[in-house]
């Protein structure tokens, strides 16, 4: 069975992101790892917790992570998070606080005994900035080989960034870090824009969950319908929320979903472009690919697979 360690900044996809690795019998989620970006650090972890614990599954372990960029010394969120998520990164919706606390074991060391422990087996999902995985490589690159597959929810390809014309808002977190993760040798593949904005949720698929009558239902209800309300205003003409950090979470668990480019990728860390994801020219005819970039996906399936899987999980949760 393959493991899976989430990488979040848990805002309302990462939230959904949870549900359906929760909800996958092939994979067990062996820890969450904290990171920053929709929210604080300490903001995510405590939504992580508080979760998993919703959701039934108390057993997953959270771990914080590093609280701000590679190359920055603090970190506050944006206004645009702050609206797409709410100041709590749940659609300002309240659940109780779970009566556990993070793991002291730092994520970064987690991460790097997780590949040693688990190696091939084990996929590692970041959904937020690169932050922790690059800190991760950087003091073992060793684990570059070791783990079976990085599935990173970032960047754009064939499309404009939604920060900017060239720019994703993770990887615009920490371009540093990105650009390091693509250059390590780890062999990633990248969910980026290019086919999250494909994958859209509707205020009918929200209400299949209320209408369940359990208290996780009700919570992914409410807090989606929060995210997709954010979408009518910030991408009008959309039609719903993108399903971002649950695609990768889907790819994790069944690659046959996307269509790759294979590609040796970077990320512009200087200049008027600084966090743009690009093919690198100097490795573009090496016959090792270290990237696969997702420009293709099966809608239909995903969002099948998505909806079964969450709505038996917020079920069986009460």
């Known amino acids: 069975m393959k493991k899976l360690i989430l990488d979040l900044d848990t805002g309302v996809d990462d939230a959904l992101a949870i549900s359906y690795a929760l909800g996958s019998p092939e994979v067990e989620l062996i820890g969450i790892t904290g990171t920053y970006g929709n929210v604080q650090v300490e903001q995510g972890v405590r939504n992580s917790l508080a979760i998993t614990d919703l ?10 992570g590093l609280p701000h960029a590679s190359t920055k010394d603090s970190f506050a969120v944006g206004e645009v998070s702050a609206f797409i998520h709410g100041q709590n990164g749940i ?15 730092p994520a970064v060391d ?11 087996d084990l996929i590692y999902v970041p959904t937020g900035p690169m932050t922790n995985i690059a800190a991760a490589l950087r003091k073992a690159p060793e684990i570059k080989d070791q783990l079976g597959g990085i599935v990173l929810m970032g960047g754009a390809l064939t499309i404009c960034g939604n920060v900017n014309a060239w720019t994703e808002a993770n ?22 824009l290019d086919v999250t904005l494909q994958t859209l949720l509707a205020y009918k698929d929200t209400q299949r969950w209320r209408d369940l009558g359990t208290k996780a239902g009700a919570f992914l209800a409410d807090m989606t319908d929060y995210y997709i309300k954010a979408y009518e205003t910030t991408d009008p003409l959309r039609g719903g929320c993108g399903l971002h950090d649950p695609l990768a979470v889907g790819v994790a668990v069944d690659p046959t979903l996307v269509t790759t480019l294979p590609i040796n990728m970077k990320v512009d860390v200087e200049g ?47």
């Not at 540093?176 to 990633?188: K, P, V």
């Open 91 to 105: 659609g300002e919706v309240t659940i109780p606080d779970s009566k556990r606390e993070p793991e002291t074991e």
């Open 110 to 120: 987690f991460i790097i005994d997780a590949a040693k422990t688990y190696g091939k």
């Open 55 to 64: 959701l039934g599954h108390p057993e997953v372990k959270v771990y914080q």
């Open 171 to 192: 990887i615009s977190q920490d371009p540093e870090a990105a650009d390091y993760l693509f250059r390590s040798g780890a062999q990633t593949t990248m969910i980026g």
């Open 272 to 318: 008027p472009t600084r966090g743009r994801t690009i093919g690198d020219n100097d490795r573009l005819s090496d016959s090792v690919k270290t990237a696969n970039v997702a420009v293709g996906v099966d809608v239909e399936r995903f969002l099948n697979e998505l909806m079964t899987r969450i709505t038996a999980l917020a079920q069986q949760a009460d």
